[in-house]
C-alpha cells in the first residue's frame, strides 16, 4: 500500500488528540487531517474547527466510510481499538493506534491477523521508539558504550490521581472492563515497549500484582521480573498507591562497562556513567511527543521509509503485561481474561 498525502480522520477526539498526537497529523508534510469523530456531535464540531479539519462525525461508521479519509487514528480508549481498527482494516484504511493497542492479548492478535489478511498496515502509538532521548538510548547501547547489557530495572510510583473532580467517579483508566487493567496498563506499557525495543522481546516473565488502595477494581502495585531474547534481565516496580514524597520514575540500565538511566515520562535527561565519570544528554522537550513517530508512520505510507512501532511488536507488550497482572485477575471478576 503506497498512499501519496495521508488523510487522517480521528476517531475519539479527546485529551491526547489536543497536542500530543492530533497536530502532528497537519503539520506533517504530505499529511492532512480531514475528518474527525466523536460521540458527542457538539464537541466532535469543536474540534473539527480549532484543528481544521473540513469534516465531523459522531458515529464512527461514518468516519470510516468518509471515501476521503484514507488512513485512521484511533484515539478512544482500549475498549474499542479492536473493534475500530478491524473495521478500518476491512476497509482498505491503515491504522494507527493508541496504546494500549487492546485491552487483551487476545484482541491484539486479531488485530494482527486482520491487518496480515487484508494487507493494510497497522502502526500503534508508542511513541518513544522515535523520540529523541531514546533514540540516544538504543545507540549509546549499539555503540557499545556501557558494554555488554546485563540488568534493566524499572521504577515507578505515584500517587493516585484517578478520581474525577466531583470526588466519586472513576477514571475509565482503572476501570479493566475499559482499559484492560489499571494504571499500570496505561503507563507500563510505554517502558516494557520501549525495552522491546531496545533488547528484543520478552521471553520469559513472571509478575505479582496487587490493589493495596481499594479505591477501584484494578491492580494499583505491581511487581516484576523478566528475561529478554538477547539475556538481558529485568525487574520492575511500579506503584499508583505511594505517597507524593516516594514519586519516582526511573529507567535504569547496567552494563559491563557503565550505565544509563533515564526518566520514561520526561525525556529531556539522559545519564551516562563509566570510568571516565558522568555525561549528560540533554533534550527539548518535544512541542507534540508523538510527532516523530507520526512521521515515521506517514513516511512509511507514502513508501520512503519504516514506522518501527507495529501491531506485532506492540501484541508482545500486552502479553506481557498480561503475563504479569494475570494472578490478580485469577483471583478477581474485574476482567476476565481472553486466552484463547
Known amino acids: 500500500m503506497k498512499l501519496d498525502t495521508v488523510k487522517w480522520g480521528i ?25 474527525v469523530m466523536r460521540r458527542n456531535g457538539k464537541l466532535a464540531a469543536d474540534y473539527a474547527k480549532r484543528h481544521g479539519a473540513a469534516r465531523w462525525y459522531d458515529h464512527a461508521d461514518k468516519l470510516i466510510n468518509d471515501p476521503e479519509v484514507n488512513a485512521v487514528y484511533i484515539a478512544t480508549p482500549p475498549n474499542t481499538h479492536a473493534q475500530y481498527a478491524i473495521q478500518a482494516m476491512r476497509a482498505g484504511k491503515p491504522v494507527y493506534v493508541e ?12 488485530m494482527v491477523r486482520v491487518s496480515e489478511e487484508t494487507g493494510v498496515p497497522l502502526f500503534v502509538a508508542y511513541y518513544r ?5 531514546f533514540v540516544k538510548v538504543k545507540e549509546l547501547i549499539e555503540q557499545g558504550v ?16 484517578e478520581l474525577t473532580q466531583a470526588g466519586d467517579q472513576l477514571s475509565w483508566r482503572v476501570l479493566p472492563e475499559i482499559a484492560g487493567g489499571g494504571l499500570f496498563y496505561d503507563l507500563a506499557s510505554h517502558k516494557l515497549d520501549f525495552l522491546d525495543y531496545l533488547f528484543g522481546p520478552i521471553v520469559n ?3 505479582t500484582a496487587f490493589n493495596v488502595g481499594g479505591i477501584y477494581p484494578a491492580e494499583d502495585t505491581v511487581a516484576a521480573s523478566f528475561e529478554f531474547t538477547n539475556g538481558v534481565l529485568g525487574t520492575g516496580s511500579w506503584s499508583f498507591f505511594a505517597d507524593a514524597a516516594s514519586i519516582e520514575d526511573t529507567i535504569e540500565i547496567l552494563g559491563t562497562e557503565g550505565k544509563l538511566w533515564f526518566a520514561c515520562f520526561d525525556p529531556v535527561k539522559l545519564t551516562l556513567r563509566t570510568q571516565k565519570g558522568d555525561v549528560f544528554f540533554n533534550f ?42 494475570k494472578s490478580y485477575y485469577e483471583k478477581t471478576t474485574s476482567q476476565p481474561k481472553n486466552k484463547d
Open 99 to 110: 496504546k494500549p493497542m487492546a485491552r487483551t492479548y487476545a484482541e491484539c492478535q486479531e
Open 129 to 133: 521508539r522515535a523520540l529523541p532521548l
Open 146 to 161: 556501557i558494554g555488554k547489557p546485563l540488568t534493566v530495572n524499572i521504577r515507578f510510583y505515584r500517587p493516585n490521581k
Open 205 to 207: 516473565v513472571q509478575g
Open 284 to 325: 527539548d522537550p518535544p512541542e507534540h511527543v508523538g510527532g516523530n513517530l507520526i512521521q515515521l508512520v506517514v513516511d512509511q505510507l507514502r513508501g520512503e521509509g519504516t514506522c518501527p512501532s507495529s501491531g506485532t511488536s506492540a501484541a508482545r507488550t500486552n502479553w506481557v503485561m498480561e503475563e504479569i497482572v
Open 11 to 35: 476517531i475519539g477526539c479527546g485529551n491526547v488528540t489536543e497536542k500530543k498526537n492530533g497536530p502532528p497529523l497537519y503539520k506533517t508534510p504530505h499529511s492532512e487531517l480531514v475528518a
